[in-house]
């Protein structure tokens, strides 16, 4: 099995994983993989239910059995990875090993604008959720940079931006490890 062979989208809520995901995998003629959709399959409810119903260590166990079997998928892919996987050991050694992780970054009042009002967020409710956005992205940042290989920056940027910025990084990457 070819090693580093995914491309893995990581960052906070609505730093845009799953819409440059979708579009990196179109450029690259990969499959793309939300590991969200896959815990929602899992099971069986969406992730609010999931939080609400079972709680969040249940959300988390179902994610990291998710990102443990995406992560071994032979066919190389674009995985979007849930904003607060990363932050389990496991989950990071194990997308670290199969492919390049790019962190895509933004400040804490674009990804709230970008979060909008919906409830699909349970780590959002009950607060304001600019100020939560703020202080997770405090707590996360160091965890983000360490386990990132590359970091790109989603602020006033387009998604075709960003994507190209993207591609461009896992290019050099396979250059690199071809060398
Ligand atoms: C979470 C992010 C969500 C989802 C869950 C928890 C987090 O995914 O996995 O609500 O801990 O940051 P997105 O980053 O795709 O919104």
């Given at each position: 099995m070819s090693e580093r062979r995914h491309l893995v989208l990581t960052g906070m809520m609505g730093a845009g994983k799953s819409v440059v995901g979708r579009e990196c995998a179109r450029v690259l003629d990969r499959p793309f993989v939300d590991t969200d959709a896959l815990v929602e399959e899992q099971a069986g409810k969406p992730v609010p239910a999931i939080?609400?119903?079972?709680?969040?260590?249940?959300?988390?166990?179902?994610?990291?059995?998710?990102?443990?079997?995406?992560?071994?998928?032979?066919?190389?892919?674009?995985?979007?990875?849930?904003?607060?996987?990363?932050?389990?050991?496991?989950?990071?050694?194990?997308?670290?090993?199969?492919?390049?992780?790019?962190?895509l970054t933004a400040t804490s009042s674009t990804l709230a604008q970008r979060v909008g009002p919906d409830h699909d967020r349970?780590?959002?409710?009950?607060?304001?959720?600019?100020?939560?956005l703020e202080a997770l992205l405090r707590e996360r940042t160091p965890v983000y940079a360490e386990v990132a290989d590359v970091t790109v920056e989603t602020e006033g940027r387009t998604v075709g931006e960003v994507v190209a910025e993207v591609v461009t990084a896992l290019e050099s990457a396979v250059e690199r490890e071809r060398a």
């Open positions: 939080f609400a119903e079972d709680g969040e260590e249940a959300f988390r166990a179902h994610e990291r059995s998710v990102i443990a079997e995406v992560a071994a998928r032979e066919e190389p892919s674009v995985l979007a990875v849930g904003g607060g996987a990363v932050l389990d050991p496991d989950n990071a050694s194990a997308l670290r090993e199969a492919g390049l992780v790019a962190w349970p780590l959002l409710e009950g607060g304001d959720r600019a100020e939560r």
